[in-house]
């Protein structure tokens, strides 16, 4: 927790506020306002429906059908508690679906990486056999040069004086030579030209097997495309089924909760019925204003985070240079249209100078972002994910400089209109939040669990990741302290702060900044 902070109903908040912008954007703070209102639950959620209240008649006449329902109540409760235990299982099922479709994308974005490394080096080898080929085109014709006028000329001292005027660094003869030449040594010069060919035909072996490594390369480039779409393909397929069931354990569910409800009313009595709806009034009466509050509480947390990220420039500018050196996260073809003969990219001619001998490398944008380290390091990634609340859930979304366009899975994304709908998925959001201080994150949660330092959960501290799944593939949030945490959780819903789950939660928590 930072030194100038206090907490307010679990929520981290720092002092120092003005007016609250959206981070690059002229959002007015009504706007703001209204998105963090979104990711407030509303009021009273946690209370269920009154109870009837019976009249003194039905009281008396309920009496004699309580001891029959109790068995029928307790099978009832039952099966409520398995159908959402299935319920639950098939959601975690398909957020690991989800994630591994953001894997296969990393996956093949690194892929072309090495295709283009491999490009670059034919590039090279190509231009180092030129070279050697011209070198040896000049170095046999001015051996036939010298035979030719030696033959014609003689061996005499004006001829020898011709050969030897030329003093330029390219020459293959210097004087000495020559004269060894003349003097009836040509084998040696013989030999050296042969040599020379020699390095020629190794240069272009190492050309063909460049050349071969940037078919394999791009072999295997295609193949991490064709892993990503199979992957989204099986994500589409298991969320059709899951969704199929899922609505009919919902539908059995809520049988199974209108007979509990009716159980209970004639186990517990009509005179206990009045009883439970007065305890609820109560009930519901202390949840409001809780939830008022804690409401209150994040609304006010929440602008006077998108204050200080739109007052703080540097973090702005360290995403935005992070996000340039990165391909898009979302992109499986290859655009034709990143290539072009502007300054950001190689061309190089063969020695004809004809067009058709032009390649284009596509050079990787490079970044030399500096880290920023430290408590208010922590606190900037806090704001940075606090300032996001009310911005919608869209799966596949979010990069280092904000919310983006979703992605299509065929299925519950595809339903809530993710992939036209502007937002973050839960890695997404972490991706955002700690680009402000120099770090990049792969828009994967299982690739974020081994991104930084692992700490036994019991040791969480305020900034750490938390992470759900096998190896964290599930889902990741932000821990704030107090029991609470940031998070995109799923299609439908927006970026929040809820209470740590810890069913599911991963053992370690993954820290990046360690030095505070």
Request: glycine share 8%; charged share 25%.
């Amino acid at each position: 927790m930072g030194q100038n902070g206090v907490s307010r109903n679990g929520i981290h908040i720092r002092a120092g506020v003005v007016s609250p912008l959206r981070i690059g954007r002229a959002l007015s703070s009504v706007a703001i306002t209204i998105g963090i209102a979104l990711a407030v639950p509303a009021v009273g959620t946690g209370v269920p429906a009154p109870p009837p209240n019976p009249t003194d008649g039905e009281l008396a006449q309920a009496v004699t059908s309580v001891s029959a329902q109790i068995v029928r109540v307790g099978e009832l409760v039952n099966q409520v508690a398995s159908t959402s235990q299935e319920l639950s299982r098939l959601d975690d099922a398909v957020a690991a679906k989800r994630e591994q479709v953001n894997k296969s994308l990393v996956d093949l974005q690194n892929a072309r990486d090495v295709a283009d490394a491999a490009a670059a080096a034919v590039l090279a080898s190509r231009q180092a056999l030129d070279l050697a080929g011209a070198q040896i085109r000049d170095a046999q014709a001015k051996f036939d040069n010298a035979a030719r006028r030696a033959y014609t000329d003689g061996n005499t001292t004006a001829s020898l004086a011709a050969l030897v005027t030329s003093n330029t660094p390219d020459d293959v003869f210097d004087r000495t030579q020559v004269l060894d030449l003349l003097s009836r040594r040509h084998n040696a010069v013989i030999e050296r030209l042969q040599r020379a060919r020699t390095e020629e035909a190794n240069k272009d072996s190492a050309a063909r097997k460049a050349e071969s490594d940037a078919v394999d390369a791009a072999q295997a480039a295609q193949d991490r495309k064709g892993e990503a779409e199979q992957a989204v393909a099986a994500a589409r397929a298991d969320a059709d089924a899951q969704a199929a069931r899922k609505a009919e354990l919902e539908k059995q569910r809520e049988g199974a909760e209108t007979e509990l409800a009716a159980a209970k009313s004639a186990a517990v009595g009509l005179a206990g019925q009045r009883a439970a709806y007065e305890s609820w009034d109560a009930q519901r009466r202390a949840e409001e204003a809780a939830a008022q509050a804690a409401a209150e509480a994040a609304r006010q947390a929440a602008v006077e985070a998108a204050a200080r990220v739109a007052a703080d420039q540097a973090a702005t500018q360290r995403a935005a240079a992070l996000a340039a050196a990165q391909r898009p996260h979302t992109a499986i073809e290859d655009d034709s249209s990143d290539y072009s003969d502007s300054s950001e990219y190689a061309d190089s001619s063969d020695t004809s100078g004809s067009d058709s001998g032009r390649t284009r490398q596509r050079k990787k944008p490079q970044s030399s972002v500096a880290v920023v380290s430290g408590s208010e390091a922590v606190e900037t990634v806090i704001d940075r994910a606090m300032s996001q609340m009310g911005v919608s859930y869209s799966w596949g979304g979010g990069n280092e400089n904000g919310p983006t366009l979703g992605i299509r899975d065929g299925g519950v994304a595809d339903s809530y209109g993710d992939y036209k709908r502007t937002g973050f998925d839960c890695s997404g959001l972490m991706v955002y939040a700690f680009a402000g201080v120099g770090i990049s994150l792969p828009h994967y949660s299982g690739y974020q669990y081994t991104a930084g330092s692992q700490y036994p959960v019991d040791e969480m501290r305020r900034g750490d990741m938390l992470f759900w799944g096998s190896g964290g593939s599930e889902h990741v949030a932000l821990y704030l302290g107090n029991g609470q945490m940031l998070e995109a959780p799923q299609s439908g819903d927006v970026v929040k702060v809820s209470p740590v789950r810890w069913g599911g939660l991963m053992p370690y928590v993954v820290r990046m900044i360690d030095d505070w």
